[in-house]
């Protein structure tokens, strides 16, 4: 898909991604055998509806999409997807934090170097 950035996980799959709008962050997961352009296509899910106001990550799991995978049954277990999320978000949260100046308060306050609020324990990623 165009606008696509790529995680690599420490076994080497590449994990593709976007990332789109502004605001708070909220991720999307697409199900089994599908990919985000499929949920896309089949209208499965509003996903600009879900985008709307807010910093929305969609993703391409392993082996589906744009993601590159191994054909190694233990690559596609749900244990496996959930070690290739925290990374995948490290990889977002670089993207989305201001880059231009330190003056920006979630730059410097420790709570907010994960703007994931499931993952960092924080409700508001702006702290």
Same mark, same amino acid.
Do not use: K, N
């Given at each position: 898909?165009?606008? +696509?950035?790529?995680?690599?996980?420490? +076994? #080497?799959?590449?994990?593709?991604?976007?990332?789109?709008? =502004?605001? =708070?962050?909220?991720?999307? *997961?697409?199900?089994?055998? @599908? !990919?985000?352009?499929?949920?896309?296509?089949?209208? @499965?899910?509003?996903? &600009?509806?879900?985008?709307?106001?807010?910093?929305? /990550?969609?993703? +391409?799991?392993?082996?589906?999409?744009?993601?590159? #995978?191994?054909?190694?049954?233990?690559?596609?277990?749900?244990?496996?997807?959930?070690? +290739? @999320?925290?990374?995948?978000?490290?990889?977002?949260? *670089?993207?989305?934090?201001?880059?231009? !100046?330190?003056?920006?308060?979630?730059?410097? =306050?420790?709570?907010?170097?994960?703007? %994931?609020? /499931?993952?960092?324990? !924080?409700? &508001? %990623?702006?702290?």
């Amino acid at each position: 898909m165009s606008g +696509d950035s790529l995680y690599t996980t420490p +076994d #080497g799959a590449t994990i593709a991604y976007e990332l789109a709008g =502004r605001g =708070r962050p909220v991720g999307y *997961a697409h199900g089994v055998l @599908l !990919s985000r352009a499929a949920v896309r296509g089949l209208e @499965l899910f509003d996903i &600009d509806a879900v985008a709307a106001g807010r910093r929305l /990550l969609t993703y +391409d799991q392993r082996g589906h999409g744009h993601s590159s #995978g191994r054909a190694v049954a233990e690559d596609y277990r749900f244990e496996r997807a959930a070690t +290739d @999320l925290p990374g995948l978000l490290d990889a977002a949260a *670089a993207i989305m934090r201001p880059q231009t !100046s330190p003056a920006h308060p979630w730059v410097r =306050r420790p709570c907010c170097t994960r703007p %994931w609020p /499931l993952l960092s324990g !924080s409700a &508001d %990623w702006h702290c």
